[in-house]
């Protein structure tokens, strides 16, 4: 394999030589420089050469492969003529929509299939003439076998996150789709790890690729900085709500070993009136789907998730990530981590260390040397009066909002209301039922979701579910007791 070292040459997306079309694209999706994946790899996959590319995600990598598939697509052709391949649906739903912002220009048809999707829409799609395929492999090679996806005029194949699809099983899948895909094909794999299987793929699918490997894997993580707090379990949940009322994040990822601590962060923090949902693999893709618009909209500022559950999540600008239970594995801890930080912003990881969690947590500490400052458990009076600014000026938006609005029909009602009643009281029953009465309590929606009603349940550590994610054994049917508001708050 040949290799290729890792300068960061200065260049523009002008100088690396794309079309007026797409550049315009990339304009309009606000991109004014590459980032350093895009600077190596672009050049290489518009010379035609397979490419072996170790970059996470949050690096720019979608549009270090999106780009030069996009200048290579015949627009006058209505075949498909390239094909990425990713994990999971919700990156095929995020790599298609990148592409297709970057394809925007050049008028190209863009289509996502992946499983839990009406197979029709998408069958709809490929004869509508779609020219680039994003697709998870299950569902590519189910639509391949049902001869409704020809892959005979596919010119680049990228395989995105294939670290990933290899453990989640795809191997057996990843190859028979190769066999439908012709030989003289250019193809590209994105991998955050290159591990033995990858190093298989590559050597039976790849011809002679270039590696390109960013210098340094962990660079954006060192950006971002890291804190710790010295939490004892049982009032973790109340630490981090704390902690979230007193940084105010715009937005941020919470970070749980299981889905049973997932669903009772949520539920805790749903109660507490923060804009709060959960991601779990139990959700169907359509709540997925809903929770994550939610997110990105705004409307929920923290979602909290396990490892797996997370995988495949393209969020970014995220002001902080909070580690509530230490990882097993250091790895994930830099996983998690550089889920902030992104794009070369700044972003805080506060990481809730029981005194249980300590070895492992030094152990990481260690291993990446990261630059850690202790932080103090935050006062009960200092959350709730970050809190009460909080919700303050929501409230005061929301009633400015809604005057510009000409909402202008109960004013009558108010000043009725208003004789009859002291002022405070009634200011203070409405934003206590529009704030603080679990305004975005999406774990509710779940099963078992609130965790007030919830089974007791002990954590089996090492006990690992089909999905990877670590699974809790039922103990008895016992009623949890609801957990415990922080002071003052009654
Ligand atoms: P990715 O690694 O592809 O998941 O991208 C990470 C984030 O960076 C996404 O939000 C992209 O929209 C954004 N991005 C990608 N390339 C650029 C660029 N050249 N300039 C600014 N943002 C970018």
Same mark, same amino acid.
Request: some cysteine; proline content about 4%; aromatic content about 4%.
């Given at each position: 394999?040949?290799?290729?070292?890792?300068?960061?040459?200065?260049?523009?997306?002008?100088?690396?030589? =794309?079309?007026?079309?797409?550049?315009?694209?990339?304009?309009?999706?606000?991109?004014?420089?590459?980032?350093?994946?895009?600077?190596?790899?672009?050049?290489?996959? =518009?010379?035609?050469?397979?490419?072996?590319?170790?970059?996470?995600? !949050?690096?720019?990598?979608?549009?270090?492969?999106?780009?030069?598939?996009?200048?290579?697509?015949?627009?006058?052709?209505?075949?498909?003529?390239?094909?990425?391949?990713?994990?999971?649906?919700?990156?095929?739903?995020?790599?298609?929509?990148?592409?297709?912002?970057?394809?925007?220009?050049?008028?190209?048809?863009?289509?996502?299939?992946?499983?839990?999707?009406?197979?029709?829409?998408?069958?709809? !799609?490929?004869?509508?003439?779609?020219?680039?395929?994003?697709?998870?492999?299950?569902?590519?090679?189910?639509?391949?076998?049902?001869?409704? =996806?020809? =892959?005979?005029?596919?010119?680049?194949?990228?395989?995105?996150?294939?670290?990933?699809?290899? $453990?989640? !099983?795809?191997?057996?899948?990843?190859?028979?789709?190769?066999?439908?895909?012709?030989?003289?094909?250019?193809?590209?794999?994105?991998?955050?790890?290159?591990?033995?299987?990858?190093?298989?793929?590559?050597?039976?699918?790849?011809? $002679?690729?270039?590696?390109?490997?960013?210098?340094?894997?962990?660079?954006?993580?060192?950006?971002?900085?890291?804190?710790?707090?010295?939490?004892?379990?049982?009032?973790?949940?109340?630490?981090?709500?704390?902690?979230?009322?007193?940084?105010?994040?715009?937005?941020?990822?919470?970070?749980?070993?299981?889905?049973?601590?997932?669903?009772?962060?949520?539920?805790?923090?749903?109660?507490?009136?923060?804009?709060?949902?959960?991601?779990?693999?139990?959700?169907?893709?359509?709540?997925?789907?809903?929770?994550?618009?939610?997110?990105?909209?705004?409307?929920?500022?923290?979602?909290?998730?396990?490892?797996?559950?997370?995988?495949?999540?393209?969020?970014?600008?995220?002001?902080?990530?909070?580690?509530?239970?230490?990882?097993?594995?250091?790895?994930?801890?830099?996983?998690?981590?550089?889920?902030?930080?992104?794009?070369?912003?700044?972003?805080?990881?506060?990481?809730?260390?029981?005194?249980?969690?300590?070895?492992?947590?030094?152990?990481?500490?260690?291993?990446?040397?990261?630059?850690?400052?202790?932080?103090?458990?935050?006062?009960?009076?200092?959350?709730?009066?970050?809190?009460?600014?909080?919700?303050?000026?929501?409230?005061?938006?929301?009633?400015?909002?809604?005057?510009?609005?000409?909402?202008?029909?109960?004013?009558?009602?108010?000043?009725?209301?208003?004789?009859?009643?002291?002022?405070?009281?009634?200011?203070?029953?409405?934003?206590?039922?529009?704030?603080?009465?679990?305004?975005?309590?999406?774990?509710?929606?779940?099963?078992?979701?609130?965790?007030?009603?919830?089974?007791?349940?002990?954590?089996?550590?090492?006990?690992?579910?089909?999905?990877?994610?670590?699974?809790?054994?039922?103990?008895?049917?016992?009623?949890?007791?609801?957990?415990?508001?922080?002071?003052?708050?009654?």
């Amino acid at each position: 394999m040949s290799t290729t070292t890792t300068t960061t040459p200065a260049k523009t997306f002008q100088e690396l030589g =794309l079309s007026e079309l797409t550049l315009q694209s990339i304009l309009a999706m606000g991109y004014e420089t590459p980032t350093a994946v895009q600077q190596e790899s672009i050049p290489i996959a =518009l010379s035609g050469k397979d490419l072996v590319v170790q970059s996470r995600t !949050g690096t720019g990598k979608t549009a270090a492969f999106g780009i030069p598939v996009v200048e290579k697509i015949d627009a006058d052709v209505p075949k498909v003529q390239a094909m990425v391949l990713t994990p999971t649906r919700e990156l095929t739903s995020q790599v298609c929509e990148e592409l297709t912002k970057i394809g925007a220009g050049r008028g190209l048809r863009v289509l996502a299939i992946y499983g839990g999707d009406p197979i029709d829409k998408q069958i709809n !799609g490929i004869r509508d003439g779609a020219q680039i395929i994003v697709g998870t492999p299950g569902r590519v090679l189910d639509l391949l076998k049902r001869r409704e =996806l020809v =892959l005979s005029s596919v010119q680049s194949l990228v395989l995105d996150e294939a670290d990933k699809m290899l $453990d989640m !099983g795809f191997a057996q899948e990843m190859s028979e789709i190769m066999a439908f895909v012709p030989k003289d094909r250019q193809s590209s794999l994105f991998s955050a790890t290159v591990p033995l299987g990858i190093k298989g793929i590559i050597h039976n699918f790849l011809n $002679d690729p270039v590696s390109i490997s960013l210098s340094d894997d962990f660079a954006y993580v060192r950006e971002v900085r890291h804190a710790y707090i010295i939490a004892p379990t049982a009032q973790k949940e109340r630490i981090l709500y704390q902690l979230i009322e007193l940084d105010q994040p715009s937005s941020s990822m919470i970070f749980c070993n299981t889905k049973n601590e997932v669903r009772s962060v949520s539920t805790f923090l749903s109660r507490q009136g923060l804009p709060v949902a959960m991601i779990s693999s139990d959700l169907t893709q359509k709540k997925r789907e809903q929770v994550m618009a939610q997110f990105r909209s705004g409307e929920i500022l923290h979602l909290v998730a396990t490892d797996v559950a997370a995988r495949g999540i393209d969020v970014f600008d995220l002001s902080h990530v909070f580690i509530y239970s230490t990882p097993d594995s250091p790895e994930d801890y830099i996983h998690r981590a550089g889920r902030t930080g992104r794009s070369g912003r700044a972003g805080d990881v506060v990481s809730l260390v029981a005194a249980t969690d300590l070895m492992n947590f030094n152990r990481l500490a260690n291993r990446y040397e990261l630059e850690l400052t202790e932080r103090n458990v935050p006062t009960e009076e200092e959350a709730l009066q970050k809190r009460n600014e909080r919700l303050i000026d929501r409230v005061l938006t929301e009633a400015r909002d809604s005057a510009s609005k000409g909402r202008t029909e109960m004013d009558g009602l108010a000043t009725v209301i208003l004789e009859h009643e002291d002022r405070n009281t009634i200011v203070s029953y409405l934003a206590h039922q529009r704030l603080v009465q679990r305004p975005k309590d999406v774990a509710a929606d779940e099963p078992g979701g609130d965790a007030g009603d919830a089974e007791v349940v002990e954590i089996k550590a090492d006990k690992t579910s089909d999905n990877g994610e670590r699974i809790a054994e039922k103990k008895s049917p016992r009623r949890r007791r609801r957990p415990r508001r922080p002071e003052g708050r009654r």
